[in-house]
């Protein structure tokens, strides 16, 4: 890799936590509270042909390049997550239309549909896709998406890329086998375990509001962590038995991006305390796909100042205008 694709960051901002925090807090948040404001952002409900809707920022750039670039946030992330913000910002002024798409039950989309979010539901993605490409036309169709939704884009990738016309997508720190990216998050800083267990629990709670039939207000008044919740929700509100089976439908290991036939790169990092960078070697890579693993990140952290500003913007700007 040359050089300058290396993510080298200041001595005090290398450690993993640091850098996992700043992505979605501090510095980068408050740079994007300031810049969703100035954003003349176009919000779409789009209908894939199943009847899903989903909901999705759409901002044009102001030195059009022909090219748009789909945003998918992380779990429990949504459109107006930090990390999408400002990566939409920087992507904008490089010319290309940015659609920041929101998962089912993500960002204030929870009425939308009544059935709750669960991670194998990539064709809905898909459908809402083709929705927004019938409505816009752009040359050059781009997805890129961090952690879970750089599981997302990497699956949609491989089973709907021909048909959506797409020319190349981009994940960012992707669960690869979320067995092992469940058990990573119990095992690291407590922290990241409280953080998605209070952001998953109010969504769920938002959900209730509009659709109180499902009920299950009680048990969320007892889960105390993850593990209740995954046992519960799979069982009950997924077509599978058990966590294993769930897990093993969205992975990435083995061959399942065998047939991807666009370009596509994952990037990673070695320290990041969520996504062990070792399960990159159960994938048996086809030829279009290519790693870019660095040193240093965290997960989709990649700050590279105090402002937050992070290298991953650059790098998907630089991947993506390869292909223009």
Same mark, same amino acid.
């Given at each position: 890799m040359a050089q300058n694709n290396r993510f080298i960051p200041p001595f005090f901002l290398k450690n993993s936590h640091i850098q996992s925090v700043l992505n979605s807090v501090g510095p980068r948040k408050i740079r994007a509270n300031r810049?969703?404001?100035?954003?003349?952002?176009?919000? /779409?409900? $789009?209908?894939? +042909? %199943?009847?899903?809707?989903?909901?999705?920022?759409?901002?044009?750039?102001?030195?059009?390049?022909?090219?748009?670039?789909?945003l998918l946030h992380g779990w429990e992330g949504s459109s107006e997550s930090a990390y999408?913000?400002?990566?939409?910002?920087?992507?904008?002024?490089?010319?290309?239309?940015? /659609?920041? $798409?929101?998962? +089912? %039950?993500h960002g204030d989309s929870h009425h939308l549909n009544r059935e709750l979010f669960n991670s194998t539901m990539t064709d809905e993605v898909a459908g809402a896709l083709?929705?927004?490409?019938?409505?816009?036309?752009?040359d050059k169709r781009f997805l890129a998406g961090f952690s879970l939704g750089g599981n997302f884009t990497l699956r949609i990738a491989c089973d709907h890329g021909q048909a959506l016309a797409l020319t190349a997508a981009a994940?960012?720190?992707?669960?690869?086998?979320?067995?092992?990216?469940?058990?990573?998050?119990?095992?690291?800083?407590?922290?990241?375990h409280r953080y998605f267990f209070h952001r998953w629990s109010r969504s769920l709670r938002k959900k209730l509001i509009h659709f109180p039939e499902h009920g299950y207000g009680t048990f969320l008044d007892t889960a105390r962590t993850l593990a209740d919740m995954n046992q519960f929700f799979i069982s009950n509100h997924t077509p599978f038995d058990d966590?294993?089976?769930?897990?093993?439908?969205?992975?990435?290991?083995?061959?399942?991006l065998a047939a991807l036939e666009i370009p596509a790169c994952l990037i990673s990092s070695e320290d990041d305390p969520i996504i062990p960078v070792e399960d990159?070697?159960?994938?048996?890579?086809?030829?279009?796909?290519?790693?870019?693993?660095?040193?240093?990140?965290?997960?989709?952290?990649?700050?590279?100042?105090?402002?937050?500003?992070?290298?991953?913007?650059?790098?998907?700007?630089?991947?993506?205008?390869?292909?223009l």
């Open positions: 810049l969703a404001k100035r954003l003349n952002s176009e919000t /779409l409900i $789009l209908e894939a +042909r %199943d009847g899903t809707r989903l909901l999705g920022k759409y901002d044009r750039s102001q030195t059009p390049n022909k090219s748009v670039i789909v999408q913000v400002t990566t939409a910002n920087y992507l904008l002024k490089q010319g290309f239309d940015v /659609l920041r $798409l929101n998962l +089912r %039950d083709e929705c927004f490409f019938d409505l816009h036309h752009h994940a960012i720190c992707p669960p690869v086998d979320p067995t092992n990216a469940m058990q990573a998050l119990d095992d690291t800083w407590f922290v990241y966590e294993e089976s769930y897990f093993r439908s969205y992975s990435l290991t083995g061959d399942r990159l070697k159960k994938i048996n890579r086809p030829q279009q796909l290519s790693f870019d693993t660095q040193q240093f990140g965290g997960h989709c952290g990649f700050i590279k100042n105090v402002s937050a500003h992070s290298w991953v913007e650059n790098r998907l700007s630089e991947w993506f205008s390869g292909y």
